[in-house]
């Protein structure tokens, strides 16, 4: 039997991913998420959170940004790890009600699947949001991949409300009112949520990546918290792209040297 050539693998065509939903804790509400199983029991669990002004289906989506997303299930598929893409409230920038539901969905399939280590990744706002979720629920995560994050969201919402920028201001708004939606006061939420100064709850392997001339989400504070993370002596790989712009982490990113890094052992 003459095997396939590589490349005509890598273009098979993806499975039909299933459609599920979930409750939602804070409100109650059902949220939608699509699941692409492997074909044998999985090895592991990766959730993709959206950007802004996205959904669930961004992730599962193939051919956009250099195909990035047609690659990671590829990836997923060749490494038996369930990907699961998840909507999270809309453009919350994983506020209070965005981690109650994420931290369901979590439940959920650790439940359906025990034992299995569960990655966490995502680009912009989802990058934001994975580092977010990642210090507010270290024990639940296995690894954090953040592509073009903003790692201080206080700084960052700050960046974004003095902006003249109309995308600018309308991230701004967004964080302001999700972090808004429970009872505490929005600085000292942008606080407990910046990564840069909680790092030392970034208990997991964390692979950054950010382009170095990012406009809408600046670079340095990426950078900080790659200086700090080797500072406390976790297990962080950063990587900057010279003269890449805010989607350059994800059209350039290396899913195989992403997920082989969070998931090696130490």
């Known amino acids: 039997m003459t095997a396939c050539p590589a490349d005509a693998q890598a273009e098979a065509p993806l499975p039909e ?3 599920e939903s ?16 492997p074909a044998a029991e999985p090895s592991a669990i990766l959730l993709y959170l959206h950007g802004h002004y996205a959904d669930e289906t961004q992730g599962m989506t193939p051919g956009s940004y250099n195909d990035a997303f047609g690659k990671l299930r ?16 809309g453009n919350t920038w994983m506020g209070p009600s965005a981690e109650a539901g994420l931290t369901d969905l979590i439940g959920l399939l650790r439940a359906r699947w025990p034992g299995r280590p569960v990655y966490l990744c995502g ?50 708004a967004a964080i302001a009112l999700h972090y808004q939606a429970g009872s505490s006061a929005l600085e000292e939420e942008l606080r407990a949520r910046s990564a840069l100064l909680n ?59 992403a997920l082989d890094f969070v998931g090696a052992r130490p």
Do not use: K
């Open 74 to 89: 590829r990836e997923c598929l060749a490494r038996r790890i369930a990907y699961v893409t998840a909507w999270y409230g």
């Open 199 to 257: 790092a030392e709850r970034l208990t997991m392997p964390c692979y950054l990546a950010h382009g170095a001339a990012d406009a809408l989400i600046p670079v340095e504070p990426t950078r900080a918290l790659a200086e700090r993370l080797q500072e406390l002596g976790r297990r962080i790989r950063y990587v900057e792209i010279e003269g890449g712009d805010h989607d350059s982490p994800v059209t350039q990113v290396d899913w195989a040297a």
């Open 17 to 19: 991913p299933v459609r």
């Open 123 to 172: 680009g912009s706002m989802g990058g934001s949001s994975t580092l977010v979720f990642a210090v507010r629920r270290p024990e639940l995560l296995a690894g954090a991949i953040a592509l073009c994050p903003a790692a201080d969201i206080q700084a960052y919402q700050a960046f974004a409300a003095g902006s003249p920028n109309p995308t600018l201001q309308n991230i701004a």
């Open 22 to 37: 979930f409750n939602c804790s804070a409100d109650g509400s059902r949220w939608p998420c699509l699941l692409q199983l």
